[in-house]
Nanobody, 125 residues
């Protein structure tokens, strides 16, 4: 059974940093991507960043490019999202998800098959 466990959220002031972790278990796939998504109150869930298991390629939403960095530790089966220079508009529940047989990294919600529970990130101004 595939399980994803997101953690690391919290309350931080604008300009601060947080690192989110997504621990994965039950994977038997060679081709998958791990994506980070977020959903603010009253808004649709949006893709933030993803990383491909095939070639390690990454992708970022324009709104976070240059501030967020996604990385993976294969030995720990964990994907990280380092978030720097946080802004109040980054406030949301952050989710990690796994998409199978994508070949490349995609940020669309519909591409992802397995979802973890969310972790709240709140950035105060």
């Amino acid at each position: 059974e595939v399980q994803l466990q997101a953690s690391g959220g919290g309350l931080v002031q604008a300009g601060g940093s947080l690192r989110l972790s997504c621990a994965a278990s039950g994977f038997t796939f060679d081709d998958f991507a791990i994506g980070w998504f977020r959903q603010a109150p009253g808004k649709e869930r949006e893709g933030v960043s993803c990383i491909s298991s095939v070639d390690g390629s990454t992708y970022y939403a324009t709104s976070v490019k240059g501030r967020f960095t996604i990385s993976s530790d294969n030995a720990k089966n964990t994907v990280y999202l380092q978030m720097n220079s946080l802004k109040p508009e980054d406030t949301a529940v952050y989710y990690c998800a796994a998409g199978i047989d994508l070949g490349v990294c995609r940020l669309g919600v519909r591409w992802y098959n397995y979802w973890g529970q969310g972790t709240q990130v709140t950035v105060s101004s």
